[in-house]
């Protein structure tokens, strides 16, 4: 190990993790070995004694040389600090929830609401949560069970959008069904002016 790691020494004073870190054509920081300073090199009549020495600083090159590499690979094989910008609102398409002739054939204004909240939802999956923090002065527009809406107005006259478990009250005007629902889309993200003229169709 040691023979070949100071064969591909380049200049006087390299450190055996920096010959290490050349030849795997590593980038890291600096990583401090402490190298011996001499190694002897006994003949066959050298002194037991000394031989078993050098056998020690040999050991001993080899193990932080050893630690070297390890270290190095491990620096390595951490992932790179890469910071991603990550949408915090699902891309949704909302012109795909409008269909005209679908929503000519829905029963009133409450029919066309619940036709649009039950496409949007559907559109928007986990992200239709954000409706909950839709309320008025004193009530909710917006729960996850019938009796919560009954619990905030016994007149609210709840429906399930669709079969998603969320409830909508529905016994308020045309005017105001618009108006929470731009409200909705504008929450999930849908521009305000589309949102106005997307509620236009209820």
Known sequence: MYRFIASKTER???SASDILRRLLHLSVETVEVDLPKAISEPS???DPAEAAEAETQRN???NQAKAAVEKVMAVQAQ???VTHTVDAVTEIDFKSIVNEHLLAQQKGAVGRFM???A???AATGSDFNKVLDIQGKGRLYFARSKQALLDSSQSSNPKEIGASGFWVTTNNNTAKKQNIFTEVLEHLGCDSEY????AEYI
């Open 12 to 14: 006087i004073g390299e």
């Open 44 to 46: 066959l009549e050298a």
């Open 60 to 62: 001993a090159l080899f």
């Open 79 to 81: 992932p790179e600090d």
């Open 115 to 117: 036709w649009l909240l």
């Open 119 to 121: 496409n949007l939802q």
């Open 195 to 198: 949102a106005r003229t997307i």
